[in-house]
């Protein structure tokens, strides 16, 4: 092999380092434990058992949950909904972070950029997929958090790769595309599609309208295939109540219109999440000390994208997400800084690699450019992934299948209840009881002997359906049981009981 082709291999060798990481802590990695994640498995529960996404893990707040579901929107729980019927828990929160993830890595690689560029793509992707799974905040999990950010960046990715390969029709469908989708996964990627309409608009722009109608044309039809569903199916039948939630949630609407008491609250806010206690020192220096200065990282990535000649594209697609997310989007949440934490490793990921090209290039050994970023690249994976303990964890399960955390619950909740309880109680915790019945009816603990319960129809639900087969008694078998959808019935109730 010449050393031509050899360096011609780097870029996608480092790619598939990344991506067997990933898919390999998705196969044996831990999974977070928050309030959260029992609470939001109920819409995904429901659509696996019923077709249809409902919440009424919250009837007592919102006694329509049966119904609907406008908490977050129901996308990405009808996908994961959807895996849920064939893939038991553990495994089902990995399939879409890691489908995903590669999908990123081979357009990257097959981006017509610099091999700086490339290689600062790769890891900036990769260090955010760490930084998530070192601090338990979202990532293979049911929040859809990081997934709405994965899909983000891909379809940026996508449309980078129109751009570069002269506004080419296909990648730009699949760009808008993605980017719709992740932002319709949750409510606060709202601004991510404001990303399409300024590709569109450079494309323009480059081409003029004659020649840039295809591609607008193609961007167009990629966001309308999830976008128009989206707005039919969910938004505009449930507006009414997605604005009152939206306006009137918990910690919304705290600092009004005011966008200066906005913006101080985000980086205030993000300065105490400084990540100074985080086990991978690496992350408590950057981007911990830039967040414990109160640097608003979007805004600062986006700034800085416009200096580098070729991330000005990605500046101008970013810079609407992160005006609304410091001057409009008046809450704030751990979670909700995800992609920021990608944009300002990209930025000085890809400072930093461009002055290295430079200055191999100045004392001429621009042969070494892509042995050098590679080397260093693949240094500060092994880093990430020796330093950060669930990797560690992740290596020791090597060969061992997993189990979700809530089915062990719920397996140790029925040793205790017996697989035919019945449990009523407004709680999580009773929420993954496994109890064979489960009704959202306030704090009461029942056992069927000494209550009787009075069910009503409910449209769309045919009520007492229960994977759990009561005469399972082997716990591994019982582990082992398809989807591991266990807890409730919905048998939902006119009154909370009544006695014989």
Known sequence: MNSKKFLNYLVPGLALLVVVIVVFYGGFGQRPISFDEPGNFNAPYMFAQHSKVAFPVWYLRFPDSFETYFYHPPVFYTALGTILKFVPVYYAEAVIPTLIFMIAAWLVVSLRAPAYFKFSCLLSTFALVTIYVVTSMSHFSIRPDMVMSLFWFTGLFAMEKSRLDGWSWPSMFLGSLLIVLAASFHYIGLFFMAS?????????????????????????????LIGIPYLALFIIPNFEQIVDWLTKAENSNEHGSNPLRIFWFKVSSNAVRDLSWSPVEFFRVFPGLLMRWYVPLGLFAAAGFLMIRQTRALAWAILPHMIFIYFIADKNQSTYIIPEYFFIFLL?????????????????????????????????????????????????????????????????????????????????????????????????????????????????????????????????????????????????????????
Request: proline share 4%.
């Open 196 to 224: 399409v309409p300024v590709y569109c608009f450079l494309a323009y722009r480059e081409l003029g309208w004659w020649r840039a109608k295809k591609v607008i044309g193609a961007a167009a039809a990629g966001g309308c």
């Open 348 to 500: 000085v990921f890809t400072a930093s690699l461009l002055g290295i090209q430079r200055l191999l290039r100045r004392v001429r050994l621009s042969n070494w450019e892509r042995p050098i970023m590679f080397g260093l690249c693949a240094a500060l994976v092994g880093h990430l992934t020796a330093t950060a303990p669930p990797f560690k964890y992740a290596l020791k399960q090597i060969g061992n299948y997993q189990v979700h955390w809530m089915d062990v619950a719920r397996a140790a909740g029925q040793r205790i209840v017996g697989t035919d309880a019945v449990i009523g109680e407004y709680s999580a915790a009773f929420y993954m009881s496994g109890a064979r019945y489960w009704y959202p009816e306030g704090s009461m603990f029942l056992k069927p002997d000494n209550f009787q319960f009075k069910s009503y129809g409910i449209s769309g639900f045919k009520g007492s359906i229960n994977r759990w087969k009561g005469d399972i008694k082997d716990e591994k078998e019982r582990l082992s049981v398809p989807t591991a959808i266990v807890g409730y019935s919905l048998n939902i109730l006119e009154r909370p009981y009544s006695y014989h």
